[in-house]
């Protein structure tokens, strides 16, 4: 499970979100586990049941205006009962400023309070989409990533199976490579974002040549940051004995960080053209998405043709 | 499957010439090796998945290998490690 610190959280976003820190630096140390962001009005007015203490506490103007109405007793007690769950971190917005009680105690608690200068709302969607991003279900795999006719393609397949030289074929036909060999993939909305694992440059290994640099050969055109991925491919050495995909009627998927991937197993032999093929594979993915499947507009013409024979047969 | 944990040692890391020399020496074996290094997996005879590790000395990486000769991949692949891919 991935944790953010809050120090970590300050240095990379107090310039995006105007943060200044009003706790002890002892406080930075503090652990934030969960992606979300919770409003605390109900813990605030005594309601400390299901109260989401693990995320980080947002207050705005209307939190600190009600904790303004408190009488100073009333309000020591609440938020020292709020501030005994093991809250993170609290960001206040808008610059307000912060009751003294509230301040002393966070210390003395080990609670962080982060000041921003933006309002309430800015703050919210900026950090829920940081948030996200970070948290996001992530892995690496070995792979190559390139976008052929704006759809994201990862080629798989065992090493030397020619995965960086279908890359490159691709290359020649004016599409673009995202990352040779090593593919990181993010989980984020329902969609799997793919990267390279560094930013060193766009290099590939070519067997037999060595290292070559795509983004110097091809021109900045050949490459880019980032996709979607939308489909995998397999590359497979031919075997006889093994039933490839004829008609295309139905659709294998595999699960990557839960989503459903749509995958083809495609078989490779010497001298075959399979730059081709993957175009294919993305403008039929284009159409699919179009809403026409041809495998099933072929079928049902086909049916038709049937249908017709044996009424003219039974007439 | 086989795994093994160790730990990078020589001075200047897993730069292009270590990895050169760990793709070519799994290579010679049957099995799959993929190497882990934090949440990064990559091939082990891939030169570029190896060398995007930019694995640093006293960094560990681990070792997972598949396939009929294994045991024997492991400690080849730890050899070159315990040698310092003969560097230093």
């Known amino acids: 499970m991935k944790i953010l610190h809050v ?31 919770h409003r605390p009005g109900l813990a605030l007015s005594g309601y400390m049941e299901r109260f ?11 939190e600190i205006s009600y904790i303004q109405t408190l009488p100073a007793e009333l309000l020591y007690e609440r938020l020292k009962e709020m501030f005994e769950f093991n809250i ?26 982060i000041l921003s200068r933006l309002s309430t709302d800015r703050l919210i ?18 792979g190559t990533l390139v976008e052929v006719y704006g759809v994201g393609i990862l080629l798989t397949g065992k090493s030397g199976i020619g995965k960086s030289e279908c890359a490159l074929d691709l290359l020649e036909r004016r599409h673009r490579l995202i ?25 590939m290994e070519v067997r037999g040549v060595g290292l070559i640099d795509v983004e110097r050969m091809y021109g900045i055109h050949a490459v880019q940051k980032k996709t979607t991925i939308d489909t995998q491919i397999e590359l497979l050495l031919w075997q006889d ?3 490839y995909e004829r008609i295309g009627l139905t659709n294998n998927y595999v699960n990557v960080l839960g989503v459903n991937l749509p995958i083809i197993y495609l078989p490779v032999s010497p001298g075959k053209n399979v730059s081709v093929i993957i175009e294919v594979v993305a403008l039929n993915h284009i159409l699919k998405n179009f809403g026409y499947e041809a495998a099933e507009v072929y079928q049902r013409k086909l049916q038709e043709r049937i249908n017709l024979k044996s009424r003219e047969r039974s007439q | 499957m086989k795994k093994k944990t160790i730990v990078v040692k020589n001075k200047l890391g897993l730069h292009a010439r270590p990895c050169a020399l760990l793709v070519k020496t799994a290579s010679k074996f049957r099995s799959d090796l993929m190497i882990k290094k934090g949440n990064m997996e990559v091939n082990g005879k891939s030169i570029m998945g190896v060398m995007m590790l930019a694995a640093e000395q006293d960094s560990e990486l681990e070792l997972i290998a ?23």
Do not use: C
Request: glycine residues 6%; charged residues 25%.
């Open chain 1, 125 to 142: 969607s900026g950090l829920t989409r940081y948030l996200r991003m970070y948290f996001a279900p992530q892995k690496s795999i070995h």
């Open chain 1, 52 to 62: 989401a203490y693990k995320r980080i506490q947002v207050l705005g103007e209307t």
């Open chain 1, 7 to 37: 120090k970590e959280f300050f240095e990379t976003m107090n310039k995006d979100f105007a943060l200044s820190v009003l706790t002890d630096p002892k406080t930075m140390e503090n652990v934030i586990q969960e992606g979300h962001l």
């Open chain 1, 179 to 203: 990352s040779d060999d090593v593919v990181r993939i993010t989980h984020t909305d329902d969609r799997l974002e793919g990267t390279s694992v560094n930013d060193i440059g766009y290099f």
């Open chain 2, 66 to 88: 598949n396939g009929v000769d294994e045991e024997y991949l492991i400690i080849e692949i730890e050899n070159l490690f315990e040698n310092r891919f003969d560097e230093e």
């Open chain 1, 88 to 113: 993170p971190l609290i960001i206040v917005t808008k610059g307000l400023s912060v009751p003294q009680q509230m301040e002393y105690l966070a210390n003395e608690m080990n609670i962080a309070i």
């Open chain 1, 241 to 243: 004995n093994i039933d």
